[in-house]
């Protein structure tokens, strides 16, 4: 199943969507409301009075709301694009008619670890430094701003005294079952869905600031990409692998491919991360947990004068995880002091 947040306009408020294919393949977003209503409608056995109206909603009762949607899912199958309507909202949009907002627009809280060991190691090797032990004891993450998330097709503004804007590839697991103290064994149960993740990054900010040994700040609490919809973990259980799955994740930069890394290779599950976040502390629904960088997957690995230097104003960037879909946004403004 795939659930999306979604308005039709700007500045309205978000909606739950269930994301399916129509007969050609083509994407298109199912309303839940509406067509619980045109169900409802058309009578039957089922009443579909009580159906989350929002993500969040059906996250803090996901042991509900998941077998609820997903069977509203299967009725739904009945609703024409064309012709339901809830009054004059339709039922079903096609994919270009939804704007797509962040899947959870504002978490409770966001987490970002620091997982794949590709990526630590060749970032620290540009500065000259080796893996710490630690690195390997234990999972490691630091909080970033769950008020700033940005949806598929947003347009970035990057921050004033940024000249070397960069982005992160990375997978967010959503907490759908809250909890304190959980078991690394079992507590990817605790997992709503998997969407991609651009950890924005301002370098020059994050350079500056991180000498002072209180982490990453205003090098990253300006943005973060989620999107472009939450694909709940039976849709890729077959690839599993590993502490992982055998996913592709590749970044595209104005249609071309500079980045292609694999989810298989991450050192930390998100059992292990979503152990090490709960440990003496409450997880909640919501909760936005992030995988850190894949390796190659951002300029900082790549380093500038092999990936067409930082990324400057009117860079379209494409990150794409197989089976999560694509996350696309377009950098504004001027991303550049130069």
């Known amino acids: 199943m795939k659930l999306c947040s979604y308005a ?3 500045g309205d408020p978000p909606r739950l969507g269930l994301v399916r294919t129509d ?25 579909w009075t009580g159906v989350p109206a929002t993500m969040q909603e059906a996250l803090d009762d996901w042991g509900r709301g998941e077998p609820l949607l997903r069977t509203l899912a299967q009725a739904a199958r009945s609703l024409s694009r064309d012709l339901a309507r809830d009054g004059a909202r339709p039922a079903v949009l096609a994919l270009a008619e939804a704007r797509l ?8 809280t966001f987490r970002d670890f620091y997982a794949f060991e590709q990526h630590v190691r060749t970032a620290r090797g540009h500065r000259g430094l080796e893996m710490v032990p630690e690195w390997y004891e234990f ?14 097709g947003a347009t970035l503004a990057p ?8 982005f992160e590839l990375e997978i967010a697991a959503v907490v759908g079952r809250g909890g304190r103290d959980l078991d690394p064994a079992d507590a990817e149960s605790a997992i709503a869905g ?16 991180m000498k002072v040994g209180l982490g990453p700040a205003k ?10 919809w939450l694909t709940t973990p039976d849709e890729i259980a077959d690839r599993r692998a590993g502490k992982g799955y055998d996913l592709a994740m590749v970044a595209r930069r104005n249609g071309a491919e500079i980045s292609r890394g694999n989810w298989r290779d991450i050192h930390w599950s998100f059992g292990e991360m979503l152990a090490r976040a709960s440990r003496g502390v409450d997880l909640h629904p919501g909760d936005v947990i992030g995988s850190g ?6 300029i900082l690995e790549l380093r500038p004068e092999h990936a067409g230097g930082w990324l400057r104003a009117g860079d379209v960037l494409e990150l794409e995880i197989e089976g999560l879909g694509v996350l696309a946004a377009t950098v504004a403004g001027a991303a550049s002091k130069e």
């Not at 998997?194 to 600031?209: F, T």
């Open 8 to 10: 039709r306009r700007a």
């Open 139 to 152: 999972p490691v993450f630091y909080f970033s701003n769950p008020a700033a998330m940005t949806g598929h």
């Open 159 to 166: 921050p004033p005294d940024t000249a070397e804007l960069d």
């Open 101 to 108: 907002l962040p899947p959870v627009p504002r978490p409770p």
């Open 293 to 298: 960088t894949v390796g190659t997957g951002c």
């Open 194 to 209: 998997y969407c991609v993740l651009n950890d924005w990054s301002a370098r020059d900010l994050q350079r500056a600031e």
């Open 23 to 47: 007969r050609s393949g083509a994407f298109e977003v199912v309303d839940v409301i509406a067509a619980a209503s045109c169900l409802n409608r058309e009578g039957g056995a089922r009443d």
């Open 219 to 228: 090098g990253k609490d300006f943005a973060t990409g989620l999107g472009p």
